[in-house]
């Protein structure tokens, strides 16, 4: 018989969860990226045990001490914690069952094996877009409580914060040759005000990083990218759309782009949202075509990390 995964902490954490509120055991276990068996707890007496199965319990046990000391920590904080106490893992290993199901995994290695011999140059005609928040308040942008049903209000698991910090969300997009403007977006975005974002920020974008070349856009999944009026849109403009997998950051470059517009903005300590504003266009401007290109350059590592992963997140 074929040995079942153990469950961790944050996995039974989230069973817990849906079976609260009615989930079935299959619909648990896709969600979980787990089998059945495991649920059932039908591996739970074995007397077979090997190393490698009780270095993971005892992982576990440990995990579960160190969220249980502070609520309030990062990934990449929890990730430190349990090397130190003897368990060798990456920031992926920490959150992989928690931010992709079955059915996610498996599209994102059936889109990674599809792209797994595009060359740089390929991807050179990608026009990479993304939407991000910029806060006020950098309290809310790493640390994430980690508790379990029923202690939502505990004092332990509790933190004071500005209530409603000001905030901006910014639509941008980049490729091997650099940023294109910013778009500063007012309100919610649904599937009529992205189309104007489209018209106004996505095309002149493209004519200033390919002039009359072809080249191919890529966004995410929201709904207002998905819609169809959006994609009709598209049509409309002759302009070809990378499918693209649910879920996955880690294989968009701009996200890393952002993080770098962050970073700085934790130096700049904007006081009012029109210091945040220019704060945050100033730094966009400041990246060089020059690291614009070496993140293009990283798509076949990522597509291979992917691969390797077999779905998974992976440390991009």
């Known amino acids: 018989m074929g040995k079942t995964a153990d469950l961790t902490a944050v996995q039974k954490a989230i069973i817990d969860t849906l079976k609260r509120e009615g989930k079935t055991q299959k ?12 649920l059932s707890g039908k591996s739970v007496g074995r007397k077979k045990c090997g190393k490698k199965h009780c270095t993971t319990r005892r992982g576990d046990r440990t995990l579960r001490k160190i969220v249980e000391k502070d609520r309030f920590q990062t990934l990449g904080d929890l990730r430190k914690q ?29 889109w990674a094996t599809e792209k797994q011999h595009w060359t740089v140059a390929q991807w050179s005609k990608v026009l990479f877009s993304d939407e991000s928040k910029f806060c006020m308040s950098f309290g809310n942008q790493g640390a994430r409580v980690w508790r379990k049903t029923g202690e939502k209000e505990m004092p ?14 910014v639509w941008g997009a980049m490729s091997a040759a650099g940023v294109g403007p910013l778009c500063f977006i007012k ?23 390919y002039g009359d070349e072809d080249f191919v856009f890529q966004h995410d999944l929201a709904p207002a990218h998905s819609a169809k009026t959006t994609g009709k849109w598209f049509t409309d403009h002759g302009i070809t759309v990378l499918n693209w997998p649910a ?4 294989l968009n470059p701009i996200e890393n782009l952002w993080d770098i517009v962050k970073r700085k903005l934790r130096d ?15 730094s966009w401007a400041s990246i060089t075509p ?27």
Not at 83 to 94: M, W
Not at 247 to 250: G, L, V
Not at 294 to 315: D, N, Q, Y
Request: aromatic fraction near 4%; hydrophobic fraction near 35%.
């Open 27 to 38: 619909e648990i276990s896709e969600r979980i990226g787990c089998s059945q068996s495991d």
């Open 82 to 110: 349990w090397t130190e106490s003897g368990v060798e893992t990456s920031r992926a290993t920490v959150h992989r069952r928690v931010l992709l199901n079955q059915k996610q995994r498996q599209k994102r290695l059936t």
């Open 156 to 169: 332990k698991c509790l933190k004071s914060s500005v209530k409603y910090p000001q905030s901006v969300m």
């Open 187 to 209: 309100g919610r975005v649904n599937a009529a005000s992205y189309q104007e974002i489209l018209e106004h920020f996505m095309l002149p974008s493209a004519e200033k990083l």
């Open 247 to 250: 879920n996955s950051p880690d």
């Open 268 to 282: 700049a300590r904007p006081n009012t949202l029109d210091e945040l504003k220019a704060a945050i266009e100033a």
């Open 290 to 316: 020059q690291q614009c290109h070496r993140l293009i350059a990283s798509m076949p590592r990522r597509i291979e990390a992917v691969i390797s992963a077999k779905g998974f997140p992976t440390k991009y």
